[in-house]
């Protein structure tokens, strides 16, 4: 099946019982045995229950991996992935990275003695930092919040070479545009929250992997931590993967529109975004990737907060708010929102200053959002 038939059929058969096409919202907390051990594959909803089985049966068909499992919340996810270390393990990671992920590296892990370097995000970045500890390279692609495109193939050929796993988290191009097993990376994270499930009504998070005893391993953690979605929240994400084909198509083409509006203003110094031909990364992204995604970055002359603060408030149609991937146009500040818990001097070496500006492009109609953007650069 193609990727839009995947979305709406894959582990969505009908109900047995009904005919129901549509998975049913299985709310219960546990499940009537005939006998003791029975294995029937459902005892207790923080182990297993249907709604849930089902979106992971899709999300992994949309990413070609073996097994898929889903979380409360994304972070919830990379925590499960940081459990499979153990004290002394080193991790690489590239310095370009969510706020979030970066505090739940430096301020969870880092005290149970799991080590963290992070480099540039090229291949070669990579290889150098290599210690005989390392167990893990860590990439996103595009990278929050500067859109910087990481060869997934390459940084896996050298990860392999040394025994090392590549964990992509795949949240700003979705399974739509760029689906990393494919590439060579051994795990795909993912928080649902944004284009998987897409309307800005969940929170969520979900693994795609392809090595059985890595999943095991996850697995157990999944069912031990117990930080699980609710049946109500599998069906949202469900619901919401239907459309993400549609969706995915039109982020981009408004994307595209703005992004290149934005090039040409007298007001904004640098875009980021892969999908323009002078970005840096267009060449990548057009190998590794089947399209741009919706999320822009971008730099204001003379930018700082209270510049920023002046743009937001003109505003009308897209809303400052934290996240991304919804139906509607988001707009938020990195150095005061998603990066708020990274330092200063971190944030500023790695290109997150007070002038960065992130936008995840909705699908309303691009001339609404065009103006909007325009009346708000007249403050």
């Not at 690489?92 to 505090?103: L, P, S, V, W």
């Not at 590439?183 to 649902?192: E, F, Q």
């Not at 800005?200 to 998070?205: K, T």
């Not at 919804?326 to 330092?343: D, K, R």
């Amino acid at each position: 099946m193609k990727f839009a038939t995947k979305a709406i059929h894959a582990g969505q058969i009908p109900d047995k019982g009904t005919g129901a096409v549509v998975v049913p919202i299985y709310q219960t907390s546990t499940f009537k045995q005939d006998e003791i051990n029975a294995d029937r594959g459902f005892e207790y909803s923080r182990t297993g229950n249907p709604t849930r089985q089902a979106l992971e049966q899709c999300l992994g068909s949309l990413e070609n991996g073996n097994f898929a499992l889903t979380f409360s919340s994304g972070l919830a996810a990379e925590h499960a992935i940081l459990s499979t270390l153990k004290p002394g393990d080193h991790v690489i990671a590239a310095e370009d990275m969510y706020g979030g992920t970066y505090r739940l590296f430096e301020q969870v892990f880092k005290p149970y003695n799991i080590q963290f370097s992070y480099v540039g995000g090229s291949a070669k970045d990579f290889e150098k930092a290599i210690k005989p500890a390392t167990k893990m390279f860590w990439i996103e692609s595009p990278t929050n919040p500067l859109l910087r495109i990481i060869d997934i193939s390459k940084v896996s050929a050298i990860a392999h070479k040394k025994n090392i796993k590549v964990v992509v988290d795949n949240t700003f191009a979705s399974p739509f545009f760029q689906q990393p097993l494919l590439l060579g990376a051994d795990l795909v994270v993912h928080s649902t929250t944004k284009y998987i499930g897409g309307h800005s009504d969940l929170i969520g998070g979900a693994l795609i992997v392809n090595d059985e005893e890595w999943y095991v391993k996850l697995k157990f953690l999944q069912n031990a931590v117990g930080a699980v979605p609710g049946a109500f929240d599998s069906w949202l994400m469900l619901r919401g993967i239907k459309t993400l084909s549609v969706r995915m198509k039109k982020h981009e083409e408004n994307a595209l529109q703005i992004a290149a509006f934005l090039e040409s203003h007298p007001k904004i110094n640098q875009v980021y975004y892969p999908g323009l031909p002078s970005d840096p990364f267009h060449d990548l992204a057009s190998s590794q990737m089947t399209g741009f995604g919706g999320i822009i970055s971008f730099k204001l002359k003379k930018g700082d907060k209270k510049i920023a603060n002046s743009f937001f408030k003109r505003l009308k149609i897209i809303f400052l708010a934290e996240s991304l991937g919804g139906v509607e146009s988001l707009i938020c500040y990195p150095p005061a929102m998603t990066h708020a818990s990274m330092p200063e001097a971190k944030r500023n070496a790695i290109g997150v200053t007070n002038d960065l500006i992130r936008l995840s492009v909705g699908i309303e109609d691009v001339e609404d959002l065009i103006e909007d953007i325009t009346n708000a650069l007249n403050y």
